[in-house]
């Protein structure tokens, strides 16, 4: 049973930084590609930022380009997601998600590329 835990949203002021811990198992991590998405309210799910299995290739959403950091450590089974200079725009849940496909060298963007989701951590940027 593939479980993924989120974790290290909180609330915050404009100019903080948090980093994002998502926690996963039950599958062989170093794998499958993760994703960080969040769904602000009344807007739809977005993808932030998305690494390949090896941790090669990296991609970002241009609104948080230059602002953040998404990292795997495949030893720990954990990937994160450090936001820099935060925005209230920012404000959203974050998703943690392990892609459906077994491949290592692509990152994945779309929802439906991904088979597993964690239940989500707040993030509440101030202004």
């Known amino acids: 049973q593939v479980q993924l835990v989120e974790s290290g949203g909180g609330l915050v002021q404009a100019g903080a930084s948090l980093r994002l811990s998502c926690a996963a198992s039950?599958?062989?991590?170093?794998?499958?590609?993760m994703g960080w998405f969040r769904q602000a309210p009344g807007k739809e799910r977005e993808c932030v930022a998305a690494i390949s299995g090896s941790g090669g290739t990296t991609y970002y959403v241009d609104s948080v380009k230059g602002r953040s950091t998404i990292s795997r450590d495949n030893a720990k089974n954990t990937v994160y997601l450090q936001m820099n200079s935060l925005k209230p725009e920012d404000t959203a849940v974050y998703y943690c998600?392990?892609?459906?496909?077994?491949?290592?060298?692509?990152?994945?963007?779309?929802?439906?590329?991904?088979?597993?989701w964690g239940q989500g951590t707040q993030v509440t940027v101030s202004s």
């Open positions: 998600a392990t892609a459906s496909k077994y491949y290592s060298r692509n990152y994945y963007t779309r929802e439906e590329e991904y088979a597993y």
């Open positions: 039950g599958r062989t991590f170093s794998s499958y590609a």
